[in-house]
């Protein structure tokens, strides 16, 4: 009865870990996945649309998906696309590209990922918290727009510098600034 008890023991062990290695391979197999959709796409979507550097990032003008989107542009590492063309003689996506690539650094020192997941919580909280600007006060979006007129600010800034505007008051972003992501 021993001996059964222990074969038993072994037969439930076993298939125990081999339920515990199949999920930990399909974990990690979503997890190559997602990590394959959130690094790759942007630079095959980038690639694939004949686009060019502009200022030493990679730019998606005139996209489709920004328009659908209903925004100016968009930043995912380590992409920017914008509705409209990234150079006119007008300047203004001179502004929104160094908007876009505040968040590039924002993306980059965060790893990426846990960027989105922290956009996303800091949103969904302000939202539930009544903020009267949940958008403008996300520290990513508060450091881009309170910044995006200092051409310098790229080359001085600190990283992980938008942890100081977690606690920034409510602001109004400066006039003229669509929506941006
Ligand atoms: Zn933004």
Same mark, same amino acid.
């Given at each position: ?10 037969? /439930? ?8 290695? *199949?999920?930990t391979l399909s974990a990690s197999t979503c997890g190559l996945m997602l990590a394959a959709v959130i690094y790759l796409l942007p630079v095959a979507w980038w690639a694939l649309s004949g ?5 030493? !990032? ?30 006119? %003689?007008?300047?203004?996506? !001179?502004? !929104? ?7 590039? %650094? ?11 997941? *922290?956009? *996303? ?11 009267? /600007? ?19 600010? *790229? ?11 977690? !606690? ?14």
């Open positions: 009865m021993k001996a059964l008890d222990r074969f038993e023991g072994v037969i /439930l062990g076993s298939a125990a870990l081999a339920c515990a290695g *199949l999920c686009a060019a550097m502009r200022d030493g !990032t990679r730019v998606i003008e005139h996209s489709d998906i920004v328009d659908w989107l209903e925004v100016e542009a968009i930043a995912l590492w380590p992409c920017v696309a914008l509705s409209g063309a990234a150079l006119t %003689a007008k300047g203004n996506p !001179t502004r !929104t590209l160094r908007h876009e690539r505040i968040h590039l %650094a924002q993306q980059s020192e965060c790893l990426v990922l846990p960027f989105y997941a *922290l956009y *996303l919580a800091e949103g969904l909280i302000r939202y539930m918290a009544r903020d009267p /600007l949940p958008y403008d006060n996300m520290c990513f979006e508060a450091e881009a727009f309170d910044n995006e007129r200092r051409p310098s600010y *790229l080359r001085k800034r600190q990283r992980f510098a938008f942890l100081n505007y977690f !606690t920034s008051r409510t602001r109004s972003r400066c006039p003229g600034n669509g929506d941006m992501l």
